[in-house]
């Protein structure tokens, strides 16, 4: 057994899966197999769900029945409805009220009793607890803002119907069609923290409710879930301060801040992600008659590769691309929570195949021959 410490256990191999692959040096993305170049292009959220699920792309029937499934699960019971409106009316933050909403489903759940590793109950879990988030984190944003819930519709996709919760009126195609592939992008990554947190969970033979609940906790951390609201709060910055990007940028870096949205623990280059999604956020900047935000994004990129030798990751263009959509800002780390479930629900499944308790070491450097003082001596 080595004694090598590696801290944040990076570099660590601790399992094995066949969900997502990524090539770090080359700037590669791969969805059981397929690129996610590919899956962004031609797959709804939807297929690539099934794919992650169930190994392989769906026959169109097989879809069609899989993307009804999805959506007759949309409603939320009564008393989780109640339990996210009471978090809104009391200005809960948006993941704390996601990560209780999580824990909440569990409750009218008509599987709660089965086995853990229970295959197929998983599988309708996973479902459940997919489709639902998003109605929760629709109902928070509403309820929040003084408005009333919009009941989910059975007739759109995953990606459309939330954007009809959230904003009360259907979505024109292209927005759908960007939230959809901004969901496709965010459904898998490796053993990042939060799926790392939610197969930990798992492997202590935890249920699916509890293991997404860990991963929404663990989603919620500013180094993890939360920087691509930090990106837009700093070009909001920026363009309040009415300064060339650029030299913003200078004087940030010069004061010791930290620029948002850069850097990856896995990624050398840039992000095969925050390619695609620079594309459509340009594309909707077009659309609105208004560059800005894309052109202010692509001035700060060229500087911190030329001056630094860092890449955007996936968080520097899907904050423009959400903020273009008219989504609010807060609400940006809980739509990754509502993409990545689909992810962590696949690991948990993975998990639960071949299970070995999680339980790493650590390197102990405290005292070990302390001479016991008897309190009255102390």
């Known amino acids: 057994m080595s004694d090598e410490l590696k801290r944040g256990l990076e570099g660590v191999l601790v399992a094995e899966s066949d969900l997502s692959f990524i090539d770090g040096d080359e700037g590669k993305l791969v969805y059981r197999g397929y690129a996610i170049e590919d899956l962004a292009e031609h797959a709804s959220y939807e297929e690539t769900l099934y794919l992650l699920w169930n190994g392989e792309l769906p026959t169109e029937s097989e879809l069609s ?5 999805m959506s007759a699960e949309r409603d939320l019971d009564d008393d989780t409805l109640e339990t996210v409106t009471r978090l809104a009316e009391a200005d809960e933050e948006p993941m704390a009220a996601m990560r209780t909403a999580a824990s909440a489903l569990s409750a009218a759940d008509p599987d709660t009793d089965a086995e853990p590793t229970d295959p197929e109950a998983n599988v309708r879990k996973a479902r459940r607890i997919t489709a639902k988030l998003p109605t929760a984190l629709a109902a928070f944003a509403r309820v929040r803002d003084g408005e009333e819930p919009v009941e989910p519709r059975e007739d759109l996709g995953h990606a459309e119907n939330f954007l009809y919760m959230l904003n009360g009126e259907v979505p024109d195609e292209v927005t759908a069609d960007v939230f959809d592939q901004a969901l496709v992008l965010h459904a898998d990554h490796g053993l990042n ?10 492997s202590t033979l935890a249920d699916m409710h509890s293991a997404v609940t860990s991963a929404v906790g663990t989603l919620s951390g500013s180094l993890h879930g939360g920087a691509n609201a930090n990106v837009m709060r700093m070009l909001q910055e920026v363009d309040e301060a009415d300064e060339d990007p650029v030299e913003w940028v200078k004087r940030a870096l010069e004061e010791g801040r930290r620029v948002a949205g850069f850097g990856h623990r896995v990624y050398n280059v840039k992000d095969p992600r925050a390619k695609i999604l620079g594309d459509r956020s340009e594309e909707l900047g077009e659309a609105a008659g208004d560059r800005k ?32 959509m008219g989504i609010p800002i807060d609400v940006y780390t809980p739509i990754f929570a509502v993409s990545r479930v689909g992810g962590w629900a696949a690991h948990v499944m993975e998990q639960f195949e071949d299970n070995r308790l999680i339980r790493p070491r650590a390197r102990y450097v405290g005292e070990k021959d302390a001479e016991w003082v008897p309190i009255d001596e102390r």
């Open 193 to 202: 923290a939060s799926t790392f947190s939610a197969t930990v969970t798992a």
């Open 65 to 69: 029945a899989f993307a009804d499934a």
């Open 293 to 324: 935000w894309y052109e202010m994004s692509v001035a700060i990129e060229e500087y911190m590769a030329e001056e630094k030798g860092l890449a955007p990751n996936v968080d520097f263009y899907s904050a423009t691309t959400y903020y273009q």
